[in-house]
């Protein structure tokens, strides 16, 4: 199973609110839901997630065995 726990770590880190994500990288509020609920995203999206919050694939997606 991929989570994306540590996307939220790395913006608490980064001092980067979903407000922000939303309205200044115009991130969707469905997204950030996906994210949410650990459901599928496009590496389109990841790669654009690592880019905006200057990070590493491991900073934004972890995988956890079932």
Known sequence: MISYAPF????????????????????????????KHDKPITMVTLNDLCRILDCKVEDVIVYIPD
């Open 8 to 35: 939220y770590k790395t913006i608490k880190e980064k001092n980067i609110s979903t407000y922000k994500l939303i309205n200044v990288y115009n991130i969707s509020r469905s997204l950030l839901d996906r994210l």
